[in-house]
């Protein structure tokens, strides 16, 4: 083999990444907090990304369909396109919300309605069966049983459940708020993603075309767009399945007279 500049560039990055390879794995603990700690402060602009690729397929199509033909707001049609997606989103979560709270809550009341002959039922069952009771009461007459050990055993154990409780809410307010914090960041990100995406997209060539050769550049650039269409037209026939999946099931349920047709409905297709 030659040594030119190009093998010994080669020889040299190989040996490089065997010796980052193997003091990551001596030290897999710090690699691993480490990727921790940069999930978590990449996460929000993660969950951003996602957002706007979503929000981007409806907002595509109502700024199409409504300023295809005319050249008036300009400066406007985007931001007007992106309030009416999503006010299109907010609207379809409250509707749903709207149809499945009633549903649920008249179900709870079915049930606390159901609960009284249900006590008595499991009463009548219980009385039947209290002379098995009174054999069992007369076996444990018979044992020798340390009450207050259970007793303070119990206590115990109640004691440290209850510190677990307390622990275990302090960390769910922690992870709701850090969630909300998240998710705020996430969504500002996503409406910087959605007003300037053809700006951002046209400085992602330009970095591209800069790191890489043009042959190079333009597969990944066609990989890039292709992969777009793909998952556009993927949310799209999601979305459009869902709509038919929850029509066909309130259909076959109200037909067959089925209670709760609407709530099933509206939860499948979610």
Not at 3 to 12: A, D, E, L, S, Y
Not at 104 to 121: G, K, M, R, V, W
Not at 127 to 151: G, P
Not at 243 to 263: D, E, Q, T, W
Request: charged share 15%; glycine share 6%; hydrophobic share 55%.
């Amino acid at each position: 083999m030659e040594f030119n500049k190009k093998n010994i560039r080669t020889i040299v990055l190989i040996i490089f990444s065997c010796i980052l390879f193997y003091l990551g794995i001596k030290n897999i603990g710090i690699v691993a907090d480490s990727v921790r700690s940069v999930i978590g402060v990449v996460s929000p602009f993660i969950l951003g990304a996602a957002i706007a690729f979503i929000l981007n397929v409806p907002m595509t199509r109502i700024e199409y369909w409504l300023f295809h033909r005319t050249i008036r707001l300009k400066k406007g049609r985007r931001a007007l396109s992106f309030v009416l997606t999503l006010a299109l989103v907010i609207g379809v979560i409250i509707i749903a919300m709207y149809i499945i709270i009633p549903q649920i809550a008249e179900t709870l009341q079915s049930i606390a309605t159901q609960l009284p002959d249900a006590f008595n039922a499991a009463q009548d069952w219980i009385y039947a069966r209290m002379s098995y009771w009174k054999a069992l009461q007369d076996v444990l007459e018979k044992l020798t049983v340390n009450w207050n050990e259970i007793i303070r055993n119990l206590s115990t154990l109640m004691q440290d459940a209850a510190a677990a409780m307390v622990n275990s809410g302090v960390s769910a307010v922690g992870n709701i708020i850090g969630a909300i914090v998240n998710f705020f960041i996430g969504f500002v990100f996503a409406v910087y993603l959605l007003m300037a995406k053809e700006k951002l997209a046209g400085q992602g060539k330009q970095v591209v075309y800069a790191l890489f050769k043009e042959t190079t550049a333009q597969k990944i650039l066609y990989v890039c767009s292709l992969s777009s269409r793909t998952f556009s037209r993927f949310i799209s026939g999601q979305c459009l399945e869902a709509c038919i999946l929850g029509l066909m099931f309130f259909v076959a349920m109200s037909v067959l007279r089925m209670p709760y047709a609407m709530l099933i409905a509206v939860l499948i297709a979610f």
